[in-house]
């Protein structure tokens, strides 16, 4: 039990590395971003929802005419 709980934190721990200042400036492009393009993503959601008609798929209800 020990031997499994060692290997679960050395793959736990082997992802966590310095980040060099030299290095931020790559890692902060909007590319890096967990969503890039945010309004791209609510425009599209809010259009999925409105011609889908799907309750629950997105913050916004509403008809197919896309006029909540």
């Known amino acids: 039990m020990k ?19 030299w290095q931020r400036g790559t890692l902060a492009t909007p590319q890096m971003a967990l969503d890039p393009y945010p309004t791209q993503s609510i425009l599209q959601a809010h259009t999925y929802s409105s011609r889908e008609s799907a309750k629950g798929s997105g913050s916004a209800g509403g008809g197919g005419c896309g006029c909540n």
Do not use: D, E, N
């Open 3 to 21: 031997v499994i709980l060692l290997f679960a934190l050395s793959l736990l721990f082997s992802g966590c590395t310095p980040v060099s200042p």
